[in-house]
């Protein structure tokens, strides 16, 4: 969700102005917090998961399945809860939903977890109305298609914030004026529309090569933007209005923090493709599984002269990320031997950092993130004389959407109670409360067992990056390799500065089942539980068919959702094997989708009956 500060939003003219004064701010804020919390240690393990939820509107009797826009309605009944927080998302068919109190660390706590995703689920579902249901699933397939929301708007030249041929601006939660005014000014920044362009998957009917028909306003004719073989999109809400599955916990401490970080990121491509849920886009089936391509492009707001397509002018910078992106550094002193990618820092704020003491690779990440101008301001907050106030700070940290996050502790109302935090970002979502569980539990025990074992994963954040990019194809589960260290148990030798990295290329199933020359994670998971005390039976049961989940995906005797959408729409009797995802269809599939997230159909094809 990121940061909910109330106030007048500034538009882009007036945000530009006072970008120096607000990140500049911000690197003071944030060097108060360090001060503040860089000794605190022994701060106790807790986790917990954060899942938007997508409300849907059905038609029975025309087989219609439409977005339903009531999101702020619904917030506003669960705002006092004592069940869970309730929060706005970028849509207004989105609910955000996360423990009311985090999970400990008592293995023993995960027998709560399904059952907790479930009643928040369950909690939005009893206050919608006949045919108006909660939907576990990462993208609607019909998102940009013509009439796909309930009550139903048209986009319009008359729009003003996304000036979208596909997205009207109805949609955007009106709620908090966060989500407009950075739709808004990330458009007005680069000084037009965003770009997306997705590979249309080539099915045997479709024509070749596809050159797809672009609605027109006013006469104004957009075929120039037309890219062969590809469907285009070109809105911020085709990829903000994607939902996931994010996980975060606690470190006891700064460095702990810092290395656990570090050592996840490695597997944020393991668990994009493990967890593929999105292949259809804007009515048409694509020749990607994944959302993160997509949800880069729409927030990307680099000007021609940070894409490097013409020459830089005086003060700025050549980026080369989105801000919906991969990481770009390791921040332990063992990861600082594989930051092998060009990035760019702000050196005054670099500068200043280090004369207060934050360590360079802290350093380096903070002024990193504070290249890129804030992109939702608002008037009250640009100036502040309270010294417990982060807004600023905040304002680019949350922006700066990457696959993982590095959370400094809250300063308000903190006596030490909250420490240095890590939050995974990558995981798509996933249909049933059971899967979902069974992704978040896989990464809190990873952090267990690196912490037990101190296991190592680090390698080369170029690669990475390709690992990034394979996660995404179509079938990756199955059909990609992947870059992933075998000597997990090796660690570098910081004297000498000597790398230690066996880097060798596995697919899915050798990385999560193992091979002649790695265990597997989940080898190493279960070595993890066997050795811990006081797991309580059922605990037990549901920690293994969590693992077993994931092990039986990577093997591919389990489909990803990605797959199994693609099954159905290619068995279903009206398709016609174009690539086209005509309405009755996108009925079929969500009634079905909705179903087995109730779990009121088997899906023998992605879950196993699971009993404890």
């Known amino acids: 969700m990121g940061l909910l500060s109330c106030g007048t939003p500034l538009d882009w003219i007036e945000t530009k102005k006072n970008s120096w004064n607000v990140r500049k701010l911000g690197i003071e804020q944030f060097i108060r917090i360090y001060n503040r919390f860089k000794h605190i240690h022994n701060c106790p393990f807790k986790w917990g998961d954060e899942i938007e939820f997508t409300l849907i509107h059905f038609n029975h009797n025309e087989k219609k399945a439409k977005l339903l ?12 809860s004592k069940l869970a927080f309730f929060q706005p998302e ?61 009550p139903s708007y048209k986009p319009s030249q008359n729009d003003q914030i996304s000036k979208s ?30 770009s997306i362009y997705i590979p249309i998957f080539k099915d045997i009917n479709i024509m070749s090569p596809f050159k797809e028909i672009l609605p027109c306003f006013d006469n104004s004719n957009y075929q120039y933007l037309v890219k062969e073989d590809h469907i285009y999109l070109d809105a911020t809400g085709f990829g903000m209005g994607c939902s996931c599955l994010q996980a975060t916990f606690q470190a006891e401490s700064i460095d702990e923090a810092k290395h656990l970080y570090d050592q996840l990121l490695p597997l944020t491509p393991i668990f994009l493709a493990l967890s593929a849920g999105s292949p259809i886009w804007r009515g048409y089936l694509c020749d990607i599984d994944c959302r993160w391509s997509v ?27 989105s801000r919906y992106d991969s990481v770009d550094l390791y921040l332990s002193q063992s990861g600082q031997l594989y930051n092998d990618i060009e990035f760019t820092k702000e050196m005054e704020f670099y500068e200043k950092l280090l004369e207060n003491s934050v360590d360079k690779s802290l350093a380096e990440h903070i002024s990193h993130l504070f290249t890129r101008d804030p992109i939702a301001i608002f008037k009250e907050k640009l100036v502040s004389e309270d010294d417990q106030d982060v807004d600023s700070f905040e304002n680019i940290q949350s922006t700066n959407w990457q696959s993982m996050r590095f959370k400094p502790p809250p300063i308000r109302d903190n006596d030490e109670k909250i420490g240095w935090r890590v939050e995974f970002r990558p995981v798509e979502l996933q249909f049933t409360s059971f899967e979902n569980s069974a992704f978040c539990a896989f990464v809190i025990l990873l952090v267990h067992a690196i912490k037990q074992f101190n296991l190592n994963f680090l390698i080369p954040i170029s690669k990475i990056d390709e690992n990034m990019k394979r996660a995404q194809r179509r079938n990756a589960c199955l059909e990609q390799k992947f870059y992933f260290r075998k000597n997990a148990f090796d660690q570098e030798d910081l004297d ?15 990385i999560i089942n193992g091979n002649d020359e790695f265990k597997g994670l989940s080898k190493i998971l279960f070595d993890y539980l066997y050795m811990m005390e006081n797991l309580e039976a059922f605990t037990l049961c549901k920690l293994k068919q969590y693992i077993k989940l994931i092990s039986l995906r990577a093997k591919g005797t389990l489909m990803t959702p990605a797959s199994y959408i693609r099954k159905f729409i290619n068995d279903h009797p009206k ?17 079905h989708i909705y179903l087995i997230t109730n779990r009121k159909i088997s899906c023998p094809e992605m879950i196993f009956d699971e009993n404890c």
């Open 575 to 591: 398709y016609q094997h174009d690539s086209i995802i005509h309405s009755d269809i996108n009925y079929d599939l969500i009634w």
């Open 295 to 321: 949800i880069s492009a729409s927030v990307d707001d680099r000007t021609d002269e940070e894409l490097g397509n013409i020459p830089l002018k005086k003060g700025q910078y050549r980026i080369y990320k």
């Open 69 to 80: 826009l009531k999101a702020e309605k619904i917030i506003e009944l669960l705002k006092d």
């Open 496 to 510: 000498l500065k000597e790398k230690k990295c066996d880097l060798v290329e596995m697919n899915l199933d050798e």
């Open 165 to 194: 041929i596909f997205y009207p601006d109805e949609i955007i939660f009106n709620g908090h004026p966060r989500f407009r005014t950075l739709s808004r000014n990330i458009r007005e920044r680069k000084n037009k529309n965003v």
């Open 90 to 150: 970028y849509a207004s068919y989105m609910v955000e939903s996360t423990p009311k109190e985090p999970f400990s660390c008592d293995l023993n706590a995960f027998k709560y977890l399904e059952d907790n995703m479930d009643m928040r689920r369950k909690t939005i579902e009893s206050l919608l109305d006949k045919n108006e249901h909660v939907v576990s699933l990462t993208c609607f397939p019909l998102l940009g298609c013509n009439e796909f929301t309930f």
